[in-house]
């Protein structure tokens, strides 16, 4: 007599053959031949068929014997059938570790059925996907039934308008199945794709204490999730994925029907439209359910023709094959080339493109559509046969792999023994007569779909040799160990800092609402940065200075386009980002500014004075004075764009420090005089030109004095500008238009326009921070005085500080013969004769007061030195050259020529004021602190060092200190 497994191929019947005796001690038991389709021979087939069987017969018989009783394994299994399992298992269950221990129990007995009749090839594919969707849903709702039951004894029952009644009436949770539970397709060992919804706001009733009824909804579906997905000693049911939902994650685990319609209505993203095409309410109340989807119905179906479908299905295949390829996934029936889900993609791009016309085809079973795409003629009869033969394999072939161990897993077996099992499920004589039929299949549907739905990778030749890994890392597509790694292999130095800072860029609100257009600009563009970026020496750091950039241009992606339609462009970004977080900032604030980094040559070069008035009077001439606003935008921008220029130039060394003063001094005076003109021919327009006493309408009279920083030719990148405004007119003359007001008028309404001018700030930002504290009388003064009024205060009641101030002031803008009156005071004033000693004092008395307010306090001048304001730094330097100048240029007036630091230090070493080595010394050092503070304002730090930094120059700073203000 032979041996049941005798027929079984000889690995398969070697494995039955250990097997057997373990499993079946005392023999077959009779109750498991009571089934007349049932004898020795068949469960030898079944226990070589799938190892999951044969444990479950050895483990659990007495389930197996339960299964039995309650319907032959050779019926079908029907949804009826399994709503009366459900039902029967949950009858008795008192308390949630029950239901956990109850659904858990029915899991394996329902499994063991569709399992056994699928491989044992006694269902066919039809019965096999409804059964197991059928499963999930008694599950969801059986466990749903309970739970909710026990939160209303808990919290009270949630009320709100019933969805189609519209009147106040209990509320339920919708839970939506998506993917395959959606379309009734579900695999035999699967994980099911939810998003829970109710139908509106209101709150508990009849409980202890009542709750928001979203608090109690998303409370609810934690449970139900726990109920179905957690893994206890009787193992689980489902794996539950609640990532599909509106914002992922990071988003509410359930919405009311309102919340979710605003979303899809207002935030959906073609990757959504493809997810609901199969989406359907699985639990809860179905009629609250089918207004729920009815509502969604518009955000997934399109009324016209919509071709956009192909774009997004494109972009979601090519990441799905970089996945493939990354791991090696050739062998995976469901994701690889000529898999299930490219018969998925064909089938679902017609329904997204026609399925707003063609009603036939909203519906969720792929094998259904296929025949509605035959009928309508979309599809020719034998693509369509080809691409339903291939799924029907391919997904039978998938529960021959998943059934062998109940195991969710698409990939071919490598071990022969696996190989034998699979070959024998799908009827085959030897797995290279399986394999060679599967490959046929996979064949035709890769043809199929190259034809429909053609992948843009051969079209984006730019990224062609952009490493696969890039896209992996920003798409997050594989785990953040491997990112990791990845980032640190490629040099980025703080590799779990960047993934935080890409993350939070992905999951964002802005890229979450994208258009599909910026979205797949982003999704091109960031790869190539994220590669850009190892050019540099700090990636990490860099990569968070840019993303400063790519979060402005979200809603801008026109600048993403440039940037990698321009690799030179991307080069001089990632450098000069790398180098100074200032600029960074400055691009970040002004994406126009990229423009600039279109030419290198130019980038470099910044334009002399000369050549700044003349690209600023070509750039204006588009623009009418009375187009304030346009103009205030187009200063800004022509002020940040040339600043960046002169950054970038010092920060290649081409610009040394005295040079990139200029530069940016030079960029300040070409704009106040254009704001200057601005200003002023708006008060004409309004008011007439100012009255003169020689009747001349030529020049405006008015002058812009420049102090401080700008005064001295010594601007940084983030200076402010000190200002005093004066006029040369007669005060007692009034203006000659149809509205006149008097001269004294016009010039503080003109000087008033050009601090809102200069100050405002505007989409582009500000123009420059004004300070007029330095006119005569400070903050209590007149705005604008006339030169007259300017010189008696200076002669008669300005403080020695104010003098001082004066030493480092000239004209920086406006009329010609207002800017040399006002030198020629400047002059007279700086010249009279002064008492050295009462000068002395009064100065040290000034530069205590001010180290005492602005220095580093002396409990921490051990630590930190500022550059400016602390003993031995730069404000004592300039302290000394004022008081050298205001002693005396009495004795030698040509000190009075400069108003810049350096230029006073030559001087007074020329007139032997200073002993020469002094001077050259000073000026050494002076340069030397100034470009320190240069620096560090392109790394947006600011004056303070360390404490030990600096100590000889400040060693003698402190001792010409002494020799010149210590008598």
């Given at each position: ?68 009783e309650s319907r032959l394994l050779s019926e079908p299994t029907t949804p009826e059938y399994l709503q009366s399992r459900c039902t029967e298992y949950l009858v008795d269950v008192s308390d949630e570790p029950g239901l956990h221990a109850a659904l858990r129990r029915f899991r394996r007995e329902a499994q063991f059925r569709i399992i056994w009749r699928d491989l044992m090839r006694w269902a066919d594919l039809h019965e096999t996907i409804a059964a197991t969707s059928a499963f999930a849903e008694v599950c969801i709702q059986g466990a749903l039934d309970w739970l909710h039951e026990s939160a209303c004894e808990q919290f009270g029952t949630p009320w709100g308008k019933d969805p189609v009644s519209g009147a106040e009436a209990p509320q339920s949770l919708i839970v939506i199945g998506m993917g395959k539970l959606g379309g009734c397709e579900l695999n035999v060992s699967s994980d099911i794709d939810l998003i829970f919804a109710f139908p509106g706001k209101g709150e508990t009733r009849g409980g202890s204490r009542s709750l928001d009824n979203q608090q109690f909804f998303i409370r609810l579906g934690q449970r139900l999730i726990q109920a179905l997905d957690q893994i206890t000693a009787d193992g689980f049911v489902f ?729």
């Amino acid at each position: 007599m032979s041996e049941p497994w005798s027929c079984l191929p000889l690995p398969l019947a070697d494995d039955v053959a250990a097997g057997w005796a373990p499993v079946f001690p005392e023999g077959v038991p009779g109750w498991l031949l009571e089934d007349a389709s049932i004898s020795a021979e068949i469960i030898a087939q079944a226990m070589a068929r799938s190892p999951f069987l044969r444990q479950t017969l050895e483990r659990q018989p007495e389930q197996v014997r339960t299964l039995l009783e309650s319907r032959l394994l050779s019926e079908p299994t029907t949804p009826e059938y399994l709503q009366s399992r459900c039902t029967e298992y949950l009858v008795d269950v008192s308390d949630e570790p029950g239901l956990h221990a109850a659904l858990r129990r029915f899991r394996r007995e329902a499994q063991f059925r569709i399992i056994w009749r699928d491989l044992m090839r006694w269902a066919d594919l039809h019965e096999t996907i409804a059964a197991t969707s059928a499963f999930a849903e008694v599950c969801i709702q059986g466990a749903l039934d309970w739970l909710h039951e026990s939160a209303c004894e808990q919290f009270g029952t949630p009320w709100g308008k019933d969805p189609v009644s519209g009147a106040e009436a209990p509320q339920s949770l919708i839970v939506i199945g998506m993917g395959k539970l959606g379309g009734c397709e579900l695999n035999v060992s699967s994980d099911i794709d939810l998003i829970f919804a109710f139908p509106g706001k209101g709150e508990t009733r009849g409980g202890s204490r009542s709750l928001d009824n979203q608090q109690f909804f998303i409370r609810l579906g934690q449970r139900l999730i726990q109920a179905l997905d957690q893994i206890t000693a009787d193992g689980f049911v489902f794996r539950v994925d609640m990532r599909l939902r509106p914002y992922g994650q990071s988003g509410a685990l359930a919405l009311s029907f309102a919340a979710l319609e605003t979303y899809y209505q207002d935030q959906g993203r073609d990757w959504e439209r493809y997810a609901m095409v199969k989406s359907r309410v699985v639990a809860g109340d179905p009629k609250a359910g089918q207004v729920l989807m009815e509502s969604l119905r518009p955000f997934v179906y399109r009324r016209y023709i919509d071709f956009s479908a192909f774009e997004s299905l494109r972009s979601m295949k090519a990441m799905i094959s970089r996945e493939v390829r990354r791991q090696g996934l050739e062998n995976n029936i469901k994701l690889g080339s000529g898999g299930i889900r490219e018969i998925e993609f064909v089938v679902q791009a017609f329904q997204l493109i026609r399925g707003g016309r063609d009603r036939e085809l909203q519906q969720r079973e792929l094998l259904i559509i296929l025949k509605e795409l035959e009928a309508l003629e979309l599809l020719p009869s034998q693509v369509v046969k080809e691409l339903r033969d291939a799924y029907v394999f391919l997904r039978n072939l998938e529960h021959a792999l998943q059934g062998m161990e109940d195991k969710q897993t698409q990939l071919l077996p490598e071990d022969k023994l696996s190989q034998a099992r699979v070959a024998l499920i799908m009827g085959f004589d030897d797995w290279s007569s399986c394999l060679q039929v599967l490959m046929q299949h996979r064949e035709k549907v890769a043809t199929h779909f190259a034809n429909i739905i053609a992948t843009e990778e051969d079209e984006e030749g730019a990224q062609t040799s952009l490493d696969e890994g890039w896209f992996e890392l920003w798409l997050a597509e594989v785990d953040e160990d491997s990112d990791t790694q990845w980032l640190e292999k490629n040099g980025y130095e703080d590799p779990s800092g960047s993934l935080g800072l890409l993350s939070s860029l992905r999951d964002s609100r802005t890229v979450q609402t994208m258009q599909t257009q910026g979205r797949k600009r982003l999704n091109q563009f960031m790869p190539v940065l994220l590669e850009a970026l190892t050019e540099v020496d700090n990636p990490s750091e860099t990569l968070s200075r840019v993303l400063q950039l790519v979060e402005a241009i979200l809603r801008r992606t026109a600048y993403m386009v440039l940037l990698l339609e321009n690799p030179g462009a991307r080069t001089q970004l990632v450098k000069l980002c790398s180098e100074s977080p200032w600029i960074a900032r400055q691009l970040a604030e002004t994406p126009l500014l990229l423009d600039e980094l279109l030419n290198a040559e130019s980038l470099y070069s910044p334009p002399a004075r000369e050549e700044l008035q003349d690209d600023l009077r070509q750039q204006m001439l588009r623009i009418s004075y009375d187009d304030l606003e346009n103009q205030m935008e187009s200063l800004r921008h022509f002020k940040k764009a040339h600043s960046l220029r002169v950054a970038a130039s010092e920060l290649k060394g081409t610009l040394p420090l005295m040079k990139v003063s200029d530069y940016l001094t030079w960029i300040a005076e070409v704009v106040l005089d254009h704001v200057v003109d601005v200003a002023f021919a708006n008060l004409v327009a309004r008011h007439g030109h100012p009255g003169r006493n020689d009747d001349a309408t030529s020049e405006t009279d008015f002058a812009v004095i420049g102090y401080g920083k700008l005064g001295g030719i010594e601007l940084g990148y983030t200076s402010d500008l000190d200002l005093v405004f004066v006029h040369n007119a007669d005060p007692d003359l009034a203006t000659d238009g149809d509205k006149p007001i008097d001269n004294a008028v016009f010039y503080t309404r003109l000087g008033q326009r050009i601090v809102h001018i200069l100050n405002a700030q505007t989409p582009s930002g500000q123009l420059y921070d004004v300070d007029m504290r330095l006119r005569p009388s400070g903050n209590s003064g007149l705005l604008v005085s006339t030169l007259q009024a300017f010189e008696k205060y200076q002669r008669n009641d300005a403080w020695t500080w104010e003098h001082q101030a004066l030493a480092r002031a000239r004209g920086v803008a406006g009329c010609r013969e207002t800017v040399a009156a006002f030198e020629s005071v400047r002059h007279n004033i700086l010249c009279q004769s002064r008492g050295k000693d009462k000068l002395r004092q009064e100065v040290v008395e000034m530069r205590e007061k001010m180290r005492a307010n602005l220095g580093t306090p002396e409990s921490r001048r051990e630590e930190l030195f500022h550059i400016k304001h602390d003993a031995g730094g730069i404000v004592d330097m300039e302290f000394m050259v004022q008081y050298l100048m205001l002693a005396w240029s009495e004795d030698h007036p040509e000190l009075t020529q400069w108003s810049d630091n350096i230029r006073q230090m030559e001087e007074l070493g020329r007139a032997g004021v200073l002993p020469v080595e002094d001077a050259e010394k000073l000026r050494e050092v002076y340069i030397a602190l100034r470009s320190s503070i240069h620096r560090r304002a392109l790394q947006n730090l600011n004056s303070q060092v360390a404490g030990d930094a600096f100590t000889e120059e400040r060693r003698y700073i402190q001792s010409v200190w002494k020799k010149i203000m210590v008598v």
